[in-house]
């Protein structure tokens, strides 16, 4: 038999409390007033704090509570219970699923489990050193891995700049193009920024290229407008101080040859014009490949030219020039189709022109036993007209035939004719702008055969 509420026994003994204790926990019983009156082994009677409201609270019946406090410096979680007596005999007891009493007698204490903190602490604080360790390695690795992406990726880059630099600083004053040799290494590279490094690189070529062609072009014009110079300034100075003494007849032969290299002179000059304006027109035809389907749009654009019409009046008129010049050589008109193409009528007479003059005058009037012969013929093939100017002239060796359209190249074998060995230029820069083209089969010694292409309109 139990006493009646509220009551409390003087000696209490709890085995099994202790039983059931595990390493870090602590369990304290206190009475109504606060006092402790059990507690675990190795638990010390000041142990457990627990605040007055939280006593109360759970003295009026509240669910356990939990909370978290400090014991002799030891993070603890403490969860506070309510004892209660029994009503009078064992069978009074009914506990609930989670261990309380679901009815008895009144509350006459409170038990207060603690459960140290220390294992679940330092877990947390190796766990969040692993996060922070881990978090720098991250950041480092990410760091160095971008460093170094960063460096391969840029160092191509770098090397764009540094010679880009260089080829501007060197051209800074704009009177020579620069050190056109530098080129951007890949550094082994087969990636975009490779395709960069190769594009610029081939830039460079080009216009390394590009610059030494000019180079040699001035050179060679300076070159060639002053030889018929210098024998118009020797001739006339001769003139000036011997006039007196020289014969009638050396006079006439000294300015005869003056006026020859003035006309000379007028003639490379008009053809370094051609070309220059040629250049020009070029250059605003070909500079990005959008523009450049604008200059096809243009090219359709252009008037339609009667190809045979002109070919048959161009012959006309160079037949009556050889009439009057008396020349042996015969101009013939071979196979002519009617054929139209689209472009700059006068650009495709001057190169008509400069392909007949040039077959005239390396064509022998007499070659032995044959005559001279230039036949001129007009053709379809597909969709292009085709026009051979063929001659049985002295033709043009295989060494010199890759070179024949260079400006001034001439064969060794054309010095003895007049000529600036621009006009084949001329005539290709011309073709190419209407986007045709020229070629050219030749034998030493028996003839050649100039062709044109042109797209049919
Ligand atoms: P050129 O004023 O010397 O004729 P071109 O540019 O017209 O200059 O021709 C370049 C060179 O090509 C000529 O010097 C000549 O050696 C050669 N050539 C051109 N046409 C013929 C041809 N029909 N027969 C033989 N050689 C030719």
């Not at 082994?41 to 007055?52: C, H, Q, R």
């Not at 939280?54 to 603890?76: K, S, W």
């Not at 008396?326 to 400069?354: N, Y």
Request: charged share 20%; net charge negative.
């Amino acid at each position: 038999m139990f006493p009646y509420p509220p009551y409390w026994p003087q000696q209490l003994l709890l085995p099994t409390i202790d039983t059931y204790r595990d390493p870090g926990v602590a369990i304290e019983i206190l009475d109504a007033q606060g006092h402790i009156r059990y507690y675990s082994e190795g638990d010390t009677a000041t142990s457990i704090p627990l605040s007055v409201a939280t006593r109360q609270a759970v003295l009026a019946g509240q669910p356990p509570i939990l909370y978290t406090t400090n014991v002799d410096d030891e993070h603890v979680r403490v969860e506070a219970l309510p004892v209660r007596a029994p009503l009078g005999n064992s069978e009074d007891f009914v506990v609930n699923p989670d261990g309380t009493l679901a009815h008895g007698g009144p509350i006459i204490g409170i038990l207060l489990v603690a459960k140290s903190l220390n294992d679940i602490d330092s877990a947390l604080f190796l766990l969040k050193t692993l996060i922070l360790l881990s978090g720098l390695a991250t950041l480092v690795g990410t760091l160095v891995i971008s460093w170094i992406l960063a460096t391969r990726v840029l160092r191509p880059l770098t090397g764009l700049v540094i010679t880009a630099r260089a080829i501007a600083a060197s051209t800074a004053r704009g009177t020579r193009l620069g050190n056109l040799s530098q080129r951007v290494h890949r550094h082994g590279r087969q990636d975009e920024m490779a395709q960069v490094v190769d594009t610029f690189n081939s830039m460079l070529d080009s216009l390394e290229s590009a610059t030494q062609t000019q180079r040699r072009f001035v050179a060679d014009a300076s070159h060639e407008l002053r030889a018929p110079l210098t024998t118009i300034q020797g001739n006339l100075a001769f003139l000036q101080r011997h006039l007196s003494e020289l014969p009638p007849e050396e006079q006439r032969t000294m300015l005869a040859d003056a006026h020859e290299e003035t006309l000379r002179l007028a003639q490379l000059v008009e053809e370094l014009l051609l070309l220059a304006r040629s250049d020009a027109n070029e250059d605003r035809s070909v500079t990005a490949p959008e523009e450049m389907v604008v200059a096809e749009k243009s090219t359709s654009l252009q008037p339609i030219v009667e190809l045979d019409h002109t070919v048959l009046q161009l012959v006309r008129q160079v037949r009556r020039r050889l009439d009057v010049e008396g020349s042996q050589v015969k101009l013939e008109i071979g196979h002519i189709e009617p054929v139209r193409v689209r472009g700059d009528e006068e650009s495709i007479r001057r190169t008509i022109v400069i392909l007949l003059d040039n077959a005239l005058k390396y064509t022998p009037g007499n070659n032995g036993a044959n005559t001279g012969c230039v036949t001129v013929s007009l053709k379809r093939k597909g969709t292009q007209a085709v026009l051979h100017i063929h001659d049985t002239g002295i033709g043009i060796g295989p060494d010199d035939l890759p070179h024949i359209f260079e400006r001034f190249y001439r064969a060794d074998r054309a010095r003895s004719r007049q000529g600036t060995g621009l006009g084949l230029s001329i005539a290709q820069t011309e073709v190419e702008r209407l986007g045709g083209r020229i070629t050219a089969e030749s034998t030493l010694g028996k003839g050649s055969t100039f062709s044109v292409w042109l797209p049919l309109a």
